[in-house]
């Protein structure tokens, strides 16, 4: 059974940071490219950043990009979203997620987290 495992996430003032961290089990997590995305109320759910198996390819979505950096560490089945900088638009509940190809689109990514809740006030 896979599971992903959101943590890190919190309420901190505008310009400040947060790392998120998402740990993973019940699959070949080295073999995966993981990515972020988020989704904010009443809106569709986006994506923030990826990173392939290696870690050698990394994408990020233009909104976050110079701020927020993934990286991942597959001795220990965990994939890193460090936010800095963050916005009041920054707010959301943030997913990680592990698809079998690298790619930006929701739907390639078969296996989902539950989500962990960052808020930035202004």
């Known amino acids: 059974q896979v599971q992903l495992v959101e943590s890190g996430g919190g309420v901190v003032q505008a310009g400040g940071s947060l790392r998120l961290s998402c740990t993973a089990s019940?699959?070949?997590?080295?073999?995966?490219?993981m990515g972020w995305f988020r989704q904010a109320p009443g809106k569709q759910r986006e994506f923030v950043a990826d990173?392939?198996?290696?870690?050698?390819?990394?994408s990020y979505a233009n909104s976050v990009k110079g701020r927020f950096a993934i990286s991942r560490d597959n001795a220990k089945n965990t994939v890193y979203l460090q936010m800095n900088s963050l916005k009041p638009e920054d707010t959301a509940v943030y997913y990680c997620?592990?698809?079998?190809?690298?790619?930006?689109?929701?739907?390639?990514?078969?296996?989902w987290g539950q989500g962990t809740q960052v808020t930035i006030s202004s």
């Open positions: 997620a592990a698809s079998f190809a690298y790619s930006l689109l929701k739907r390639d990514y078969a296996h």
């Open positions: 019940g699959l070949a997590f080295s073999t995966f490219t």
């Open positions: 990173i392939n198996p290696s870690g050698s390819a990394i």
